[in-house]
């Protein structure tokens, strides 16, 4: 019932996922929002959500190519680092089972966040860093209500942070740079 209308689904926001397993203790909201828009297109008809978790996937794919090229690697290396991605087994459940649809949404606002993070964080400009920050903690929400792994994002943009961000000049504590 909670995928059945746009109201279930908005519904989920209160609700645990799914609704009635509170002990199971899990909260996905847009999952169970995104699964409302396929209900609304194609009723129960499980093809119509497996196609949603190929486009989904495909984007995802798409933006793991864009991430290996701001992470400097060729074009060439980069479409190899998208094509294993896009190719490997692990994928697979949460590719071929409509259920998978939680980890496909998640991982997918995750590395739209490190993009985010990565366009401007190298900028010296307070107000590029500032929407940088900004567009990167509306991701990690998005990633949050699709399944509560996308709560690891600030751990990875700390790193990347510490890792592809140069220290600013004359910096040489950790926090100033920070």
Same mark, same amino acid.
């Given at each position: 019932?909670? !995928?059945?209308?746009?109201?279930?689904?908005?519904?989920?926001?209160?609700?645990? +996922?799914?609704?009635?397993?509170?002990?199971?203790?899990? &909260?996905?909201?847009?999952?169970?929002?995104?699964? $409302?828009?396929? &209900?609304?297109?194609?009723? @129960?008809?499980?093809?119509? &959500? %497996?196609?949603?978790?190929?486009?989904?996937?495909? @984007?995802?794919? @798409? *933006?793991? &190519?864009?991430?290996?090229?701001?992470?400097?690697?060729?074009?060439?290396?980069?479409?190899?680092?998208?094509?294993? +991605?896009?190719? %490997?087994?692990? %994928?697979?459940?949460?590719?071929?089972?409509?259920?998978?649809?939680?980890? !496909?949404?998640?991982?997918?606002?995750?590395?739209?966040?490190?993009?985010? +993070?990565?366009?401007? $964080?190298?900028?010296?400009?307070?107000?590029?860093?500032?929407?940088?920050?900004?567009?990167?903690?509306?991701?990690?929400?998005?990633?949050?209500?699709?399944?509560?792994?996308?709560?690891? @994002?600030?751990? !990875?943009?700390?790193?990347?942070? *510490?890792?592809?961000?140069?220290?600013?000049?004359?910096?040489?504590?950790?926090?100033?740079?920070?």
């Amino acid at each position: 019932p909670s !995928i059945t209308s746009f109201a279930g689904a908005a519904a989920a926001f209160a609700l645990p +996922f799914p609704p009635g397993q509170p002990e199971r203790a899990l &909260y996905r909201p847009l999952t169970a929002a995104s699964y $409302a828009l396929d &209900y609304a297109r194609a009723g @129960l008809d499980a093809r119509a &959500y %497996h196609v949603t978790n190929v486009l989904l996937y495909s @984007l995802l794919v @798409l *933006l793991v &190519y864009r991430l290996a090229l701001v992470y400097g690697l060729g074009s060439g290396l980069a479409l190899a680092t998208a094509c294993l +991605f896009a190719a %490997h087994p692990v %994928h697979c459940d949460a590719v071929d089972s409509i259920a998978g649809r939680s980890e !496909i949404l998640s991982l997918l606002f995750v590395v739209a966040a490190c993009l985010a +993070f990565l366009r401007d $964080a190298r900028s010296p400009d307070a107000a590029a860093l500032t929407k940088a920050n900004l567009a990167s903690a509306a991701l990690y929400a998005a990633a949050c209500l699709s399944k509560e792994t996308g709560s690891v @994002l600030p751990a !990875i943009l700390l790193v990347h942070r *510490l890792a592809l961000c140069p220290r600013p000049t004359g910096q040489t504590a950790l926090g100033a740079w920070l």
